[in-house]
């Protein structure tokens, strides 16, 4: 009988995230009740969020359990279906464990059509990715034409995506990465500036770089990054809070105040999750696959093979190793019998 293998958290960590707090373990394939289908891991996206969901306590989702398989997004192949929804060899885009085979209810699925592109990029461009880039860049950021738009972690699936959508809002952006790699990407995809914080001192480099101030920051990293975007806020400027990576695996992370620098600028701060737009995600998708078929959108992937590599490419987000997506192809789609 073919076994199962599944990632359970088994200790929580206090700093950076490693082998010793997640546990690979095998289990029997489940069996199915009415409604739910087998599915068959493909490929399964890696995110910084999941790094909030290890630590107890009270947060815009359920923290994951001790001994129980960390989850997030993935597509994956119905096996087995007891469901007249979807059929053996339907590819689905869902929530799912970290399982090489799960059984799940078959509601909790989108279908998805392999004809229109690739399955991957219902995990990035086409999916919550391309959403939180394009709601938190246009709702919050709302950037014009001839503005100045500072991204951080730009180089990352959600920053690129918003490197991207600013380009075509007719906005000058400037992006910030921390390779030379990563800064040859932004500047093919449209950014006007490129700073390398690695190689760069990030004041000086910033202000070099936004001559006329920055009118929207949309900030993936936070820290010492951040405390250089500030002091050149211009007057009502809207700073767009996504993420905040760089302190994720911090106990305690205290940089210099930003409070004065939003009173004198009478600048916008807001803080979102791309859930928060649940009832606009028809409208988003329409312009992001618009844009895409249009050719004004492009992806990059990052992709690793292996079920047993996905605490690696988990762990290589916060050491900046990916460009764009960060996925782990698991399986191959099998052929419909």
């Known amino acids: 009988m073919t076994k199962n293998r599944e990632i359970l958290l088994v200790k929580r960590p206090e700093g950076e995230p490693t082998d010793e707090h997640l546990k ?96 991957t990029t219902s995990l990035h461009i086409l999916g919550m990715t391309g959403l939180t880039a394009y709601f938190g860049l246009m709702d919050i950021g709302q950037p014009q034409k001839g503005e100045t738009v500072v991204v951080s972690g730009a180089a990352g699936a959600v920053g690129s995506t918003v490197v991207q959508i600013a380009t075509i809002a007719g906005a000058r952006v400037v992006g910030i990465a921390g390779t030379e790699e990563k800064v040859q990407f932004l500047k093919k995809l449209g950014a006007d500036a490129v700073i390398n914080y690695q190689k760069e001192d990030i004041g000086s480099a910033i202000a070099e770089a936004c001559p006329g101030g920055v009118d929207v920051y949309f900030d ?25 990576i760089s302190s994720y695996n911090k106990k305690e992370d205290q940089g210099p105040r930003m409070q004065h620098y939003l009173i004198k600028s009478s600048a916008l701060i807001k803080g979102f999750t791309v859930s928060d737009y649940r009832e606009r995600f028809p409208e988003g998708f329409q312009h992001l696959s618009k844009w895409l078929s249009e050719g004004k959108l492009t992806y990059e992937e990052t992709i690793i093979e292996g079920f047993e590599k996905i605490p690696k490419a988990f762990f290589g987000l916060f050491k900046g190793e990916n460009i764009g997506k960060q996925l782990v192809k698991v399986n191959e789609p099998r052929t419909r019998d």
């Open 220 to 244: 993936n990293v936070g820290g010492e990054i951040s405390d250089a975007v500030y002091p050149l806020l211009n007057k009502f400027a809207r700073i767009v809070q996504c993420g905040a």
């Open 24 to 119: 690979i373990t095998e289990t029997e394939l489940p069996e199915l009740s009415e409604g739910e289908v087998l599915v068959r891991l493909l490929y399964v996206s890696v995110d910084p969020y999941m790094r909030g969901r290890m630590n107890e306590g009270k947060s815009y989702i359920e923290p994951f359990q001790l001994n129980e398989p960390i989850e997030g997004r993935a597509v994956a192949e119905v096996t087995e279906s007891r469901s007249d929804d979807l059929q053996k060899g339907d590819i689905v885009m869902g929530s799912l464990p970290w399982k090489e085979y799960a059984a799940v209810s078959a509601d909790s699925f989108r279908k998805i059509d392999p004809s229109l592109g690739p399955v």
